[in-house]
């Protein structure tokens, strides 16, 4: 890990946490805290994003954004197996 320390120039001072959750357990992370998750059993998990008056434009954006780049990439995926099906049109030589 690199991080642009021009822009995060704190970035040494961070203090990792590492939590290990028991079934029943909740875990809070407050809005815009970086973070990785990462299931070391079998599970089911539920994420909830909070929006309210203070923080919506900051999760609607992003997630209208993300929206339009999974339609995107649906659209690519379908025209390319559409492709490899035979039924995309080819370039006459």
């Given at each position: 890990l690199?991080?642009?320390?021009?822009i995060f120039?704190?970035?040494h001072e961070a203090t990792p946490i590492e939590?290990?959750?028991?079934?029943?357990?909740?875990?809070?992370?407050?809005?815009?805290w970086p973070h990785f998750v990462e299931?070391?059993?079998d599970s089911v998990s539920l994420?909830?994003?909070?929006?309210?008056?203070?923080?919506?434009k900051?999760?609607?954006v992003p997630y209208t954004r993300w929206l339009?780049?999974?339609r995107l990439a649906?659209?690519?995926?379908?025209?390319?197996m559409a492709a490899s099906l035979g039924g995309g049109k080819r370039a006459e030589e």
């Open positions: 690199r991080p642009n320390l021009e120039p704190t970035f939590a290990v959750l028991e079934p029943g357990d909740v875990l809070y992370i407050p809005s815009k299931c070391v059993t994420t909830c994003n909070f929006a309210n008056v203070a923080n919506f900051h999760v609607l339009e780049r999974r649906m659209e690519m995926m379908k025209k390319m």
